[in-house]
């Protein structure tokens, strides 16, 4: 058995072309990832003068107003952008909310019973032990399950229902939940995220 899922690769791209699906990556003038952020959140930092520092090269550039002697404004956005202000010394970092689509990332869409992969309207999310047996809603006691395995095993465990685990849960760090959340991540984002997971995770 796996000690963790591995993070599903993401799509990694070095030429923004669609406005709608650009983010940036918000960090804290000390460097500490903070979370995604739209472009239009981006190009206000920018507009207002709160960026402390950037990282990759402009990947998107955005055309504003016209000013007094008619030349236009323009914003050259960066995949990686730290806004002035407080920085907190020592703050931990957010615990990943667990939800269905973060549950199902973590797995890669695959039944973590008989390994299909399958679309997200045929997953299901299940406790490892049942709540019904004292089992929490927790990131360590679900795994994903297509619904035929969930309705199999029922309210047992799963030596009880002869259904070994492919992989036991994790809670994923904060860092990998960005990467996890993300399916166009940038490459320059995707380098400096990946030099930030926990020592023992790995994008494959």
């Known amino acids: 058995m796996e000690s963790h899922t591995a993070l599903a690769e993401p799509e990694i791209r070095r030429v923004v072309a669609d406005l709608h699906s650009t983010r940036v990556l ?5 460097g ?3 979370d995604w952020i739209s472009w239009q959140d981006a190009a206000c930092l920018y507009a207002r003068r709160a960026v402390a520092w950037t990282l990759g ?4 550039t955005i055309h504003g107003g016209f000013h007094n002697d008619g ?5 050259e956005l960066h995949p990686i952008v730290a806004s002035r202000g407080h920085c907190r010394a020592g703050a931990i970092d957010p615990s990943p909310a667990l939800t269905n689509v973060a549950l199902f990332a973590r797995d890669r869409h695959i039944c973590m019973y008989c390994g299909n992969h399958c679309s997200r309207g045929e997953l299901t999310r299940d406790h490892v032990l049942p709540l019904s047996r004292g089992g929490k809603d927790v990131w360590v006691n679900v795994v994903t399950a297509c619904l035929a395995c969930n309705i199999r095993k ?3 465990t ?4 002869g259904m070994p685990l492919l992989a036991v849960p994790y809670k994923p760090s904060w860092v990998e939940h960005l990467i996890l959340s993300n399916r166009n991540i940038l490459a ?14 790995r994008v494959n």
């Open 57 to 60: 090269d402009p990947c998107l």
């Open 154 to 156: 029922g309210g047992r």
């Open 158 to 161: 799963p030596q009880q229902a």
């Open 32 to 34: 500490r990832i903070l």
């Open 71 to 75: 030349e236009q404004s323009i914003i």
């Open 188 to 201: 320059d984002q995707m380098e400096f995220l990946v030099h930030h997971l926990p020592k023992n995770r």
């Open 26 to 30: 918000s960090l804290d003038a000390g």
